[in-house]
């Protein structure tokens, strides 16, 4: 069974750094390829990033390209999401997500995480 937790939100301001993570209680982690999505009030859910099973392939939403950086774990089994320079329009509720495929993306992600609230101050 498939359960993914994110942690690591909270409130910032406007040009800090935060790190969210997300765990995943399917083995192998290595099994799955994952991605990060947010939810601001009103808005539709929207990609943020993701990456394959090894972490060496990953995808890039325009918005975070060059500030956010996706990585993962599979030795401790753990997805992270930096992100730097954050901005007030970052505001969201992040989701992590993943989906048991080995190829390459970008994917149809089926199990989701409950979400974390990152909050940034202008």
């Known amino acids: 069974q498939v359960k993914l937790v994110e942690s690591g939100g909270g409130l910032v301001q406007a040009g800090d750094s935060l790190r969210i993570s997300c765990t995943n209680s399917?083995?192998?982690?290595?099994?799955?390829?994952m991605g990060w999505f947010r939810q601001a009030p009103g808005q539709e859910r929207e990609f943020v990033a993701s990456?394959?099973?090894?972490?060496?392939?990953?995808y890039y939403s325009d918005s975070v390209k060059g500030r956010f950086t996706i990585s993962r774990d599979n030795t401790n089994n753990i997805l992270h999401l930096q992100m730097n320079n954050l901005k007030p329009e970052d505001t969201a509720v992040y989701y992590c997500?993943?989906?048991?495929?080995?190829?390459?993306?970008?994917?149809?992600?089926?199990?989701w995480g409950q979400g974390t609230q990152v909050t940034v101050s202008s």
């Open positions: 997500a993943a989906e048991a495929y080995y190829g390459l993306g970008p994917w149809e992600f089926t199990f």
């Open positions: 399917a083995r192998p982690f290595s099994q799955y390829a």
């Open positions: 990456l394959n099973w090894n972490g060496r392939t990953t």
